[in-house]
């Protein structure tokens, strides 16, 4: 079965810091998709950035870059420039061939 | 375009009582998903719908949840009798590109609050 795990239950940056939030996975299929889903306080779930694994380049997407570590089974997301609206809960997630799998979640809280 | 929708946004009941959820997807979202999210941990899938039938429900506790499609468009759960261990976020999430595998995104509701006394 498919885990998914990221080891940092909180953390914190300051505004327009960087930070890195970790990842690790577990599956035995070569083709899967990785996802970063932010989940703000009260409000719904929405997409961050997505890795397809047969892909070697990093997905980016404006500030939001991940640095996918194959055979590491690794998947790390990279915020730069922190912005208050960047405070949430992140979730790494993992796409095989089942519905999505979720790690428990890293809350992030970006200081003024 | 318009969102998953979810209702009720919040629910308080008592244990031993019964409780319905509604979802209505993406206009033309084949796939359906219904996930529990537990204070303080990461959504896990209930149920998964393609059109109006059953993909995925291995982790439904079928003793007393229970979901429909009815003709492939809005959902319900339900739940009853409700325990205290169900206290929870209920969200809903749609695709659009059905069956599993592939990149496609899920959209999220913003997820129906329920706490059982």
């Known amino acids: 079965a498919q885990t998914v795990t990221q080891s940092q239950p909180e953390m914190s940056v300051q505004e327009a810091e960087t930070v890195t939030l970790s990842c690790t996975y577990d599956?035995?299929?070569?083709?899967?998709?990785l996802f970063w889903y932010k989940q703000p306080p009260s409000r719904q779930m929405i997409l961050v950035i997505r890795?397809?694994?047969?892909?070697?380049q990093n997905a980016t997407e404006n500030r939001f870059s991940v640095n996918f570590q194959k055979a590491a089974k690794s998947f790390s997301l990279k915020i730069s420039d922190s912005q208050l609206g960047d405070t949430a809960m992140y979730f790494c997630?993992?796409?095989?061939?089942?519905?999505?799998?979720f790690g428990k979640g890293t809350r992030l809280s970006v200081i003024a | 375009e318009a969102g998953v929708a979810q209702s009720p946004r919040y629910k308080i009941i008592e244990k031993r009582q019964s409780v319905a959820f509604w979802c209505n997807p993406i206009?033309?979202?084949?796939?359906l998903y219904w996930y529990q999210q537990i204070l303080g941990q990461g959504p896990k899938l209930l149920i998964q719908?393609?059109?109006?039938?059953?993909?995925?429900d291995s982790q439904l506790p079928k003793d007393r949840f229970s979901a429909e499609r009815l003709k492939g468009v809005d959902s319900t759960l339900k739940i009853q009798p409700a325990k205290l261990e169900d206290s929870a976020v209920y969200l809903c999430?749609?695709?659009?590109?059905?069956?599993?595998?592939?990149?496609?995104?899920?959209?999220f509701g913003e997820g129906s609050r329920l706490t059982v006394l």
């Open positions: 206009s033309g979202h084949a796939t």
């Open positions: 999430a749609s695709s659009f590109i059905p069956g599993t595998g592939g990149p496609g995104e899920l959209f």
């Open positions: 997630a993992d796409r095989t061939n089942t519905p999505l799998v």
């Open positions: 719908f393609q059109n109006n039938g059953v993909v995925d």
């Open positions: 599956t035995s299929e070569n083709n899967y998709y």
């Open positions: 890795q397809e694994a047969y892909k070697q």
